[in-house]
């Protein structure tokens, strides 16, 4: 206590946070018209006030390790971290284990993702099965202040904090000084980087590969490597059984509608709850705010998802008809002005809309500064516009994912499958690289084996029991003979 009391004191205490190291890794211890880039300069909260450049100064900063906005914040963060740890099981098996052979040793991993308690579990981990970690955050309002100041505390290189609009990229690039061998990224905004500034680190060798943790960013690798475009192997943690039939729809579920009631404090049963994209995060929400006693109205481009969604019981129809309609607005597509100037102009008084989607594309709050005529901010995360026709819309979290902006993001439970997921890509990765074995250039499938162990695992840890097939029963669903 007298140790972490003199560190928070100061912003010298690297040593002191190597000890500390030591310990967790081993696994013992108001304006007129506002359109977005109004919004972008007028933060809506009060930390992020100060344009983040010149606050920087006031930030606690130890050059060439970490910059998070306050130390202080230590504390409290590695109490959020070590309930994280007890409610990700698998992750936690995987450190005990791997603490003592240390397959990373030797390997620096630049991670640009979500600075949650959950990451943290993450980024321990990494560093305990022998890795020198180096972090970013890959979303300007999910950083958690502080589980970023404990990770520094814990001797981790990271820089991120809430409200980091404009040093974004200044963030990721201290990531990259520190020669990173591989890379995991939530959104590609890492792998973007280096393909486009430091491509040399690529050609000499020294970067080898990276996963990708979501849905979007799986799409823009796909279609740089279908462009030949493509430097290294990225493995696709988004597209595990594991991670994305579990925390795509479970957690996108449970965090987004906790989003939606901590910025606003609605009630959802009886309103008209509209989602935009009935994919797997999308069809999540829809069966939250269905169980919270929402009427749910999809909006769909894909035949089969709508299909689908007509069958859960949800009603399906064009967005320039659910705007008419609709009290809550989430969109969940992967797709640009999903949400528009006509949908605004159409809204009832008092619509209140989101995203859950990775970037804060999908609402075009650059039209709806354009029919906007005063816009105010009525607590965290929720603006009040009020449009030319006199009605107000609400906007939450200036369109950026509601679940991580506004709440937590997923649970723990949820996360230690993904992570478990995002682990043993990054052990795949540094193994293949010590035999010598080349990966292809080309975005990678986690393996049957690795999704089957998570989730064994996961199961064993909730007590829960399968069956087994017979032998007979095996020689019978192989058999091409058996009929009625
Ligand atoms: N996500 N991370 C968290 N609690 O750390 N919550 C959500 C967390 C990830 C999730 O895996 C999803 O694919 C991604 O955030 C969207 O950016």
């Not at 900063?61 to 906005?69: Q, T």
């Not at 306050?70 to 992750?91: C, N, Q, R, T």
């Not at 890492?190 to 990276?210: C, D, F, M, R």
């Not at 479970?250 to 989602?275: E, L």
Request: glycine fraction near 8%; charge should be positive.
């Amino acid at each position: 206590m007298a140790r972490r009391k003199a560190k928070q004191a100061s912003e010298a205490e690297s040593a002191l946070a190597t000890v500390s190291k030591a310990a967790r890794m081993n696994g013992t211890a108001t304006t007129k018209k506002a359109g977005r880039k109004r919004t972008t300069a007028k933060k809506t909260t009060a930390a992020a006030k100060i344009p983040a450049k010149k606050a920087r100064g006031r930030f606690s900063e130890v050059k060439g390790r970490y910059c998070v906005r306050d130390m202080k914040l230590a504390e409290e963060g590695h109490k959020l971290i070590d309930w994280a740890e007890s409610h990700m099981p698998v992750l936690m098996k995987l450190r005990e284990k791997y603490s003592k052979t240390k397959p990373l040793k030797g390997y620096t991993i630049a991670g640009c993702l979500h600075v949650t308690k959950e990451t943290a579990v993450l980024i321990r981990t990494l560093a305990a099965a022998g890795a020198k970690v180096t972090w970013s955050g890959c979303n300007p309002l999910s950083t958690h202040d502080a589980v970023a100041a404990a990770l520094a505390d814990d001797g981790i290189s990271i820089y991120a904090w809430y409200g980091n609009h404009e040093d974004f990229y200044w963030c990721i690039e201290r990531t990259i000084d520190q020669k990173p061998h591989l890379t995991l990224d939530d959104g590609c905004d890492l792998i973007n980087t280096v393909h486009e500034k430091y491509q040399h680190i690529v050609e000499s060798g020294q970067v080898i590969g990276g996963t990708e943790e979501t849905t979007t960013g799986i799409q823009r690798l796909r279609a740089r490597a279908e462009a030949g475009q493509l430097l290294y192997p990225v493995i696709a943690v988004n597209d595990a059984e594991t991670k994305w039939d579990f925390d795509n729809v479970y957690g996108t579920g449970q965090s987004t509608i906790d989003g939606i009631i901590r910025a606003t404090s609605v009630m959802i049963a009886g309103k008209n709850f509209v989602v935009a994209g009935h994919g797997h995060c999308g069809s999540g929400v829809a069966k939250r705010a269905k169980g919270l006693g929402a009427n749910i109205i999809c909006t769909e481009v894909k035949a089969t998802a709508a299909l689908k969604a007509v069958l859960e019981g949800h009603e399906i129809m064009p967005m320039d008809k659910a705007a008419k309609v609709g009290d809550i607005f989430c969109t969940a597509t992967g797709v640009k002005d999903v949400i528009r100037k006509k949908h605004f102009l159409s809204m009832k008084e008092g619509a209140i809309v989101c995203n859950t989607g990775h970037y804060d594309a999908e609402i075009n709050l650059v039209e709806l500064g354009e029919v906007a005529t005063s816009k105010r901010t009525i607590r965290q995360n929720c603006e009040e516009y009020t449009l030319q026709n006199g009605r107000k819309i609400y906007i939450l979290a200036e369109g950026r994912l509601v679940n991580l902006a506004a709440a937590e993001g997923h649970p723990s439970e949820v996360m230690d499958m993904s992570f478990a997921n995002q682990f043993m890509s990054h052990l795949r990765l540094a193994e293949a690289h010590k035999k010598g074995e080349q990966l292809a250039i080309e975005v990678l499938d986690i393996p049957e084996e690795q999704d089957q162990f998570i989730a064994t695992t996961k199961l064993q840890t909730l007590g829960s029991k399968i069956d087994k097939l017979t032998a007979e029963q095996l020689s019978y669903i192989s058999d091409y003979n058996a009929g009625t």
